[in-house]
């Protein structure tokens, strides 16, 4: 059995509740596996808003929400599932062929996956086309365009 090389980047749980937003991070070992990052989000159970968001080496970032129907999904460049298990676990549960070739880049999944947040889809598709940007930068913008920024970076720092 080959041992898979671990995922690069990074993850973080936000939770927010009574008004109040906390970000903590997961760990880095759910890059690998969508079961694995819903199974750490479901640990976590919240009263309010509950959601992971997750940079993968330096080329993708997954917004997973948990809820009891089953999770909301964004995959901010659906090629990605050529090279990526995480991302191609993603458009698996979207029920979306992989792509042909890595040429364009385009998101996949729920673009009004926190609209009730205050990051309508619109905005959210510029956010996840941004080609010159790390998803790191990408992730701190939608923090901040939710309210949740200054948490976000501050647990980055930590990182």
Known sequence: ??????????????????????????DAGVLASLDATITELAKLRSTGALFGLLAVDDEFFVIVRPSP??????LSDA???????????????????SP???????PEGDLDILADL???APELEVIAGEENLYPD???QMIASRCGFGDQF???????
């Open 153 to 159: 970076v501050e647990l980055l720092d930590e990182l």
């Open 69 to 74: 129907r089953g999770p909301s999904l964004l």
């Open 1 to 26: 059995m080959a041992v898979k090389e671990p995922v690069a980047g990074f993850a973080v749980a936000v939770v927010r509740e009574d008004g109040r937003w906390r970000c903590q991070a997961l």
């Open 137 to 139: 930068e990408q992730l």
């Open 79 to 97: 090629a990605a599932a050529l090279d990526y298990d995480i991302a191609a676990d993603v458009l698996d549960v979207l029920r979306v062929d």
């Open 100 to 106: 042909e070739d890595d040429e364009a880049i385009w």
């Open 118 to 120: 205050g990051l309508p």
